[in-house]
């Protein structure tokens, strides 16, 4: 809309139309990149310049050229690392409650990323599958007890002692 204005009057009209000019049409057409494959080292070469590709936190890619490997998908095989890292968050724990007969038992946990925090990955002592961390009902929050739970039924709570070393009943 367009608006005239002289002292007297005003005067309003429409613009004249201006004619559409067709958009030309952008097809898009897939660029098929090569896959890095493993050089005589045995290390991913980029595909580009064949340089060696680093490994990144989440995907390899190339310092000289900037190549990123968006493709790539972790093996995940089930095997844990046995390297120092992951050593120094496996703990063997022994058993604190009253019982006698359980006195020699000990509980394998490790300590695994879960999202944002760290959290107790509890190995069953009786059966050796992975626990479940379950609920505290609300009792007594201030003794700072966890409770895990397997598939067959087994039940594991994990202590610390005044010491602040954990021990499990």
């Not at 968050?89 to 944002?116: A, F, H, S």
């Not at 397997?150 to 021990?167: D, T």
Request: hydrophobic share 30%; proline share 8%; aromatic share 8%.
């Amino acid at each position: 809309m367009v608006i005239q204005v002289t002292p007297n009057r005003i005067k309003t009209s429409y613009a004249p139309e201006v004619p559409a000019v067709a958009k030309p049409k952008v097809v898009a057409s897939p660029v098929q990149v090569p896959r890095p494959r493993h050089g005589d080292s045995g290390k991913l070469e980029c595909p580009r310049c064949q340089n060696s590709l680093m490994q990144s936190y989440n995907e390899p890619q190339c310092v000289k050229c900037g190549y990123v490997d968006y493709g790539y998908v972790p093996n995940k095989n089930g095997s844990r690392p046995t390297n120092l890292i992951t050593t120094g968050t496996r703990y063997v724990i022994r058993y604190t409650g009253e019982y006698d007969n359980l006195k020699e038992t000990l509980l394998y946990v490790q300590v695994v990323r879960l999202r944002n925090r760290a959290v107790y990955e509890v190995t069953c002592p009786f059966c050796e599958s992975v626990m479940e961390q379950s609920s505290l009902s609300g009792k007594r929050r201030e003794i700072r007890e966890e409770r895990y739970k397997c598939a067959q039924g087994h039940r594991v709570s994990l202590l610390p002692n005044p010491k602040g070393a954990l021990g499990w009943k």
